[in-house]
């Protein structure tokens, strides 16, 4: 079919482009794009494709439009938000461990599928695409019904980054750090995820310390009932968890001396490969330093509950969006970085 796909080239300005979208396999669906959240890691893949011609995007929610010939879990109709792609047979998927699926790299970073076929052609020619297993960046893409997640009658833009984004930052309080009410938690980086952990650890009852250099995000993270201050070296409490998600060793490294004995210290930002730890610190103090992906997430089952929770009021959600035509991506990347823009939701269809 031919749809409108956002195209990026390295460094050059993105454009909207007509493209051909393959049919759909038979676990696949085609779903056109209602909304499609901007992550950081679209950022990293641009920058790191170089002038490889690439579609993007992988929190796009929008409505089912055709189903392949396997396909008994959706209907034509269904809204639903995209999450990452995962082989559902593996053990760690077997597991509710989608996110380290053994098939990761191939199903949701290669450009293609598994079997080698693109998903996604410009004026002919192949392009990087399948990217998370959807590239929604796009008026529609071809996903796996596995990777579909029906959420009903709930605005696109709000929810699209559930896919991704909204979901790691909920995912490492819910599941990864698990604080219980009382507890403090420190979040060292309050974009996109670090957003959603503090509105998901308030819900829970749980007192949140915001260190963030923009003071947009800090006056935002005030706004929902946490205290934020704008650098790790103000006096600070002790804190019983933290999630970095920088990935810079001086945040790392600060984030550990500020935690009680027992503490965890979860990292989800993806700085230098090595970073120095005083192990005689981690074990006389009984920490606990641990990576998650994903936020340890089954996206059927905590997207729908996060959904839930904001229906409920209990997850603020739209307070982080702000809406772009899908030609204003540059924009958006643009208003992100200058603390203008949390999360920048790209609306292709409107």
Known sequence: MRTSVLLSRGSAPSEVVEAELDGPRPTEVIV?????????????????????????????????????EAVDTLA????????FASCGGCGRCRAGLPAYCASATALNSSGRRPDGSPTIR???EPVFGAFFGQSSFAAAAVVDARSCVRVGDVPPE????????????????????RPAPGDRLLVVGCGGVGAAAVLTALSEGVEV?????VAARRELAVRFGATAVAALDDPLPAFTHALDTTGRPESISRALDLLSPRGVLVLIGLGPERVALDVRSLVLR???VRGCVEGDADPSVLVPEL???HRRGRLPLDHLVTTYPLDRFDQAVADQRAGVALKPVLLPSR
Not at 76 to 83: E, H, I
Not at 209 to 213: F, G, R, S
Request: proline share 4%; net charge neutral.
């Open 158 to 177: 709000v929810v699209a980054p559930l896919g991704c984004g909204f979901l790691t930052g909920a995912g490492e309080v819910l599941n990864a750090l």
């Open 286 to 288: 009984g920490l606990q």
């Open 209 to 213: 310390v915001v260190v963030e250099p």
């Open 32 to 68: 056109r794009i209602e909304a499609v959240g901007v992550c950081h890691t679209d950022l990293l893949t641009r920058r790191a494709l170089g002038d490889r011609p690439a579609v993007l995007g992988h929190e796009g929610c929008g409505v089912v439009e055709r189903l392949g």
């Open 122 to 124: 410009v004026g002919g």
């Open 76 to 83: 034509v109709g269904d809204r639903v938000v995209l999450s």
């Open 307 to 309: 959904v839930r929770r």
